[in-house]
Every structure is written in structure tokens, then in C-alpha cells.
């Protein structure tokens, strides 16, 4: 947030832009004083963001047998999952599926956040890789929901790691709140045609 002394020096700023600065440059200038003045007003009218409490573990190579297994006895016991995926652009190519994010909610406020790096993934053959594989196969459980914002055929690139199968995610119970949210939307806010 802006101290008075910075809110009225941008606010002079942008009044007073030097003559100077034209075309290209001038409008660059005047947007970002804007957006100094924007984000002190969200500073100034909404508290700030404080996540709920949380853990947060990088699934990979490096990963120790016995912090997976303390990840698998946890998923076993929760019902509920948010899912998240990433993937890099490579040029003139498809995007390359990099890593998978869940969300583990827990009772009390708190959860537990995975973050499987795939390009850092163990040997196939190995303890641990089988370790992240039975974590995934718990949490594709078709009883349990897991909570996705988009389709789940964002899913089916990580299948070429070999942690779970394409026939896995289709009996997989996704619960795509993007839809619900589009429902509600519409239903809440009518829109007159």
C-alpha cells in the first residue's frame, strides 16, 4: 500500500506527464501509474490473502520411502481432492505435461499440497516409483470426488509417465467445478437476450 506522500506524488505524475514522453512511451508511463494507483486501492479496500494452513511436499526422485509412505496412509484417510496440471510449451510441438498438483483436504482447516514434478520422477523399477504410483491409484479411487476446473482430459498426457492408466481417470469420479460454477452463474445472474 502507498503512503499519502506516494498516492499524491503518482496522482501529480499522471497529471502532469512531460511533454516528452509521446506516443508508445507515453501511454506505457501513464499505465503503470495506473496500475500503482489500482493496486493501492485493492490494498486499501480487501485484506490480504492468508491461505488456510497447509504442507506442501514436491513428489520426485529425491522424495524418502518414508515421507511417501506418510503420504499414502494420509490420502487413504481423506475424501476429498483438488487437481491441478501444468505443462511448458516446447516449440512446434505439443505441450509437454510437467507436473501435477493436489490439493489432499484435510478436517480442521488444513490440507496437504503434492506436487508431482514428472520430468524428475524415479526409475520405474524402484521402491519410491511404485510408492508415488500407489498414491496416485489411491487418490483415483472412483469413490473419491477430486475437484478439477476444466475437463479431465487435461489428465491424459501424464499417461505416458506410467503412474496411472487412461482406463484409471475414466472411472476416476472428477467433479469439474468450472461447470458448476457456470451453472450457478447463469442461474443466479439471468441474462436478459
Not at 83 to 110: A, C, Y
Request: proline share 4%.
Amino acid at each position: 500500500m502507498l503512503s499519502n506522500d506516494e498516492y499524491r506524488d503518482i496522482k501529480w505524475k499522471l497529471d502532469n506527464i512531460p511533454s516528452t514522453y509521446t506516443g508508445k512511451s507515453r501511454q506505457n508511463y501513464s499505465k503503470s501509474l495506473r496500475k500503482k494507483l489500482k493496486e493501492h486501492q485493492y490494498a486499501s479496500t480487501y485484506l490480504p490473502f492468508t491461505p488456510l494452513p497447509h504442507n506442501l511436499h514436491y513428489i520426485n526422485r529425491t522424495t524418502s520411502e518414508e515421507t511417501l509412505n506418510q503420504i499414502n496412509q494420509i490420502v487413504t484417510t481423506s475424501l476429498n481432492f483438488t487437481l491441478d496440471t501444468e505443462s511448458i510449451q516446447t516449440r512446434q510441438r505439443k505441450n509437454k505435461p510437467v507436473l501435477i498438483q493436489i490439493q489432499v483436504l484435510l478436517s480442521h482447516n488444513f490440507s496437504i499440497v503434492l506436487i508431482f514434478e514428472m520430468c524428475h520422477l524415479p526409475r520405474e523399477h524402484t521402491t519410491t516409483f511404485n510408492l508415488i504410483k500407489n498414491i496416485l491409484t489411491t487418490i483415483f479411487n472412483s469413490s473419491k470426488p477430486i475437484y478439477i476446473w476444466g475437463e479431465r482430459d487435461e489428465l491424459t498426457p501424464f499417461v505416458i509417465y506410467n503412474l496411472f492408466s487412461a482406463t484409471q481417470l475414466s472411472l476416476t469420479n472428477f467433479q469439474n467445478l468450472q461447470n458448476k460454477f457456470k451453472e450457478q452463474w447463469q442461474q443466479q445472474y439471468l441474462h436478459l437476450i
